[in-house]
């Protein structure tokens, strides 16, 4: 079982910076993939980036490539999700999702233990 916390989220204007947070309890931290996705409002969940057990591989979404840098801490457990140039696009509630599968998955059903969510709003 593991939960996830997420935090960090706010009201940005276009062009600014925010980092996500995303603390995980339980000893078994470092045997997940962990991904961080988003929702806007009146769209569907999407894959935003992923990062392997050991950290030593990523994945982006190629609306958020160059942008965004995700990266963890296995030995705090926690995953973080560094944002630059944000967009008002890039408007969402962003999740932190944890997947006990070895291989790397970017969709939704593939992680088993999700966070509440924190709410990222750029402004124009």
């Known amino acids: 079982q593991v939960q996830l916390v997420e935090s960090g989220g706010g009201l940005v204007q276009a062009g600014g910076s925010l980092r996500l947070s995303c603390a995980a309890s339980?000893?078994?931290?470092?045997?997940?993939?962990m991904g961080w996705f988003r929702q806007a409002p009146g769209k569907e969940r999407e894959f935003v980036a992923i990062?392997?057990?050991?950290?030593?591989?990523?994945l982006y979404a190629d609306a958020v490539k160059g942008r965004f840098t995700i990266s963890r801490d296995n030995a705090k457990s926690t995953v973080s999700l560094k944002m630059n140039s944000l967009k008002p696009e890039d408007t969402a509630v962003y999740y932190c999702?944890?997947?006990?599968?070895?291989?790397?998955?970017?969709?939704?059903?593939?992680?088993?233990?999700w966070g509440r969510g924190t709410q990222v709003t750029v402004s124009s």
């Open positions: 990062i392997t057990r050991s950290g030593g591989g990523t």
């Open positions: 999702a944890a997947s006990s599968l070895s291989l790397v998955q970017t969709i939704g059903s593939a992680y088993e233990y």
């Open positions: 339980g000893r078994t931290f470092s045997t997940y993939v």
